[in-house]
């Protein structure tokens, strides 16, 4: 198992396609700091709004282009080994097929890994170098963000092998991972949405997260997309504020938190005696609470999204287990 | 000893029988040429010999250790075996990335062997093979010849007791097979045995003590190179040509007799009558003016087994 590791990660580090995809993510990201910059000054921006930035556009281009390069590797992955005759080099060496496709995938997921480090890394670089104010919290929350796509993109890749193993022709396999690339990320979405749209009156949110969780399991960019998606929190408050009438000072100021505004009933009462005027009132206030906390409140789509790419990654070993390797 | 023994084996791709009852043993020291024309089945029983790919029945034993039966690989022993063979596959191309050092290397690592000692052997193996020169240059960038150097190299890098290869000189220039040829007799002279498939006999008739000949996922013959030669002649016959000064007749014999013109004969006959031939034609007062033998080729041998 170990030498099935060695050899794919001592080939990944000299092949060119890892370096050629470390390239394209590097030069995905010079737009996202030209938008941020454009957007604002980054100087005075927030965490939150950074951070929204970097999700729409991480999971909105990047994670396509990304996304069908790990699929692509993926599906070119055992076929082409066999058709080059690599694959029998290898095997042909005191290592067991379960060592060897159980090291190779470690191997590709771990070189994932370690281009998403890179990734987070070159956010990071990039996010200093216009200006963004570092803080604790954005390394973090890049990190986390950078890590959730990792699972997405494994479980691209893993699929990728299953095809992989199932389809002889490498090109034949090239050309499938393309158009189910497109079925699964962008028509079957498209159709769910409309689906959600025509099955509900209000919230369409909660809706399309209903119909994506049950329909869309085998698309990781959606599932990615509703893990990351509640990254703020309404926190709501009630307060009860006493003011003197004659100079508006702020006598007394009871703030309670409360699950929401919906069921307060005292909207706006304002009653005056004694010289003091009281006003009672409900708020609520966007907060940014993070990927971690996005990722706790639809632990089922997390789930959904660690639990696929075993699914992927335990049947190509069945797969692979049984196969002639010719 | 035996290092190979296949007994019964059975591979079907979906209606197609690729081997059919295959029965073939491979003793220490032997130098076995596995011949058969294209598609008879040569490369699925060596795939199969190495857990490559999953036969339906049959058992296969390497180094006298039960590797395979009926559709069951023994992965720790097939393991155990794996690290004393040396393969070297057909049509195959190694990482194209990657320089023939560093392929040794990395392949040499999976037998455990020190990174020094593979280092040095990966040397050895590389000035044998004339490979040393461009150690350092990309594969990707080879010649078909050198490339087929360095596979033989890799399937060399752990001094391997068994040596399976699979039509190891398709393609190659003549001095490339003879290189080639050195090297099964050098590893013969080492003691070592080697197991290599051909669909041309040429390349095996030289360098091999033993040939099994598979058509149609069957073993045909198994034998020594000289007597395959000479039960086919025995079969076949001798082809004589005879030419003499007067027309002269042949009694009392049970040979197949072409007049192509009054003094000239084609004879053919199940052994070398040249003898008889002479006698007769002396006793009859005539002269030879010529007598040739045809030996049939084992290029004929093998064609005409094969059909």
Not at chain 2, 22 to 38: A, E, M, S, W
């Amino acid at each position: 198992m170990l030498w099935g590791l060695i050899l794919e990660l001592k080939q990944s580090v000299r092949s060119k396609k890892v370096i050629g995809t470390l390239g394209i993510m590097l030069l995905l990201y010079v737009p996202l700091f030209y938008i941020l910059k454009r957007y604002g000054d980054p100087s005075s921006m927030d965490v939150q709004t950074i951070v929204a930035h970097m999700v729409d556009f991480l999971s909105g281009m990047s994670m396509f282009f990304i996304a069908i390069l790990a699929l692509i590797i993926g599906a070119t992955a055992i076929n082409s080994e066999i058709e080059k005759g690599t694959l029998r080099v290898a095997l042909s060496k005191p290592i067991s097929r379960l060592g060897y496709i159980g090291g190779k995938m470690l191997a590709q997921a771990a070189v994932i890994f370690l281009a998403l480090l890179f990734s987070t890394a070159v956010a990071i670089a990039g996010l200093a170098l216009i200006g963004a104010p570092l803080s604790g919290t954005l390394v973090r929350e890049v990190f986390l963000l950078n890590m959730v796509l990792f699972l997405g993109l494994v479980q691209l890749l893993f699929l990728g092998y299953l095809l992989s193993t199932v389809i002889k022709s490498s090109t034949t396999a090239l050309g499938l991972a393309l158009v189910l690339f497109f079925v699964i990320s962008l028509i079957a979405p498209a159709i769910v949405t409309v689906i959600a749209m025509e099955n509900t009156s209000e919230y369409l949110d909660d809706a399309y997260q209903e119909y994506a969780t049950k329909y869309l399991f085998f698309d990781p960019t959606t599932q990615v997309n509703l893990v990351l998606k509640d990254r703020t929190e309404m926190r709501c408050y009630e307060y009860v504020e006493v003011r003197d009438s004659q100079t508006g000072d702020v006598i007394q100021r009871n703030t309670t938190e409360t699950p929401s505004c919906n069921d307060y009933k005292h909207t706006g009462g304002v009653h005056e005696s004694n010289g003091a005027v009281t006003s009672m009132g409900c708020y609520c206030n966007e907060t940014y609470a993070g990927i971690a906390h996005s990722v706790g409140k639809n632990k089922t789509n997390f789930a959904i999204l660690i639990g696929m790419t075993f699914v992927y990654g335990l049947l190509t070993i069945w797969r692979f287990l049984r196969m002639d390797l010719r | 000893m035996e290092l190979i023994e296949i007994k019964n084996l059975v591979k079907m791709y979906g209606n197609f029988k690729a081997l059919d009852d295959l029965t073939l043993t491979v003793k220490k020291g032997q130098v076995y040429g596995f011949l058969g024309p294209n598609g008879a089945g040569k490369s699925t029983t060596i795939l199969s010999t190495l857990g490559l790919i999953r036969p339906q029945k049959g058992v296969v034993s390497l180094f006298g250790e039960e590797v395979f039966r009926d559709g069951k690989f023994n992965e720790g022993q097939l393991v155990k075996a794996k690290a004393r063979i040396g393969y070297m596959p057909e049509h195959a191309t190694l990482w194209d990335f990657l320089t023939p050092l560093q392929t040794l290397d990395i392949l040499g690592e999976s037998f455990g062997i020190p990174k020094d000692e593979r280092l040095k052997r990966a040397r050895e193996l590389l000035e044998m093979l004339n490979l040393w020169e461009v150690r350092d240059k990309k594969i990707g960038k080879f010649s078909k010849g050198m490339r087929q150097r360095v596979l033989l190299a890799q399937a060399l890098i752990n001094d391997p007791e068994l040596l399976i290869l699979d039509e190891p000189m398709t393609g190659l220039d003549p001095k490339g097979i003879a290189e080639f040829k050195d090297v099964i007799r050098e590893q013969k002279k080492a003691g070592k045995t080697v197991f290599f498939s051909s669909h041309i006999l040429a390349h095996v008739e030289e360098v091999c003590d033993t040939v099994g000949v598979i058509v149609r996922g069957k073993l045909r013959v198994e034998d020594s190179i000289d007597t395959i030669k000479r039960e086919f002649l025995k079969r076949a016959g001798y082809l004589i040509l005879l030419e003499t000064d007067r027309p002269v007749e042949f009694k009392d014999v049970d040979w197949e007799i072409e007049r192509v013109s009054p003094t000239k004969y084609k004879i053919k006959a199940p052994e070398d009558v040249r003898a008889q031939i002479n006698e007769m034609v002396w006793t009859q007062g005539a002269k030879i003016l010529q007598l040739m033998v045809r030996v049939p080729s084992l290029e004929e041998i093998f064609l005409k087994l094969v059909e």
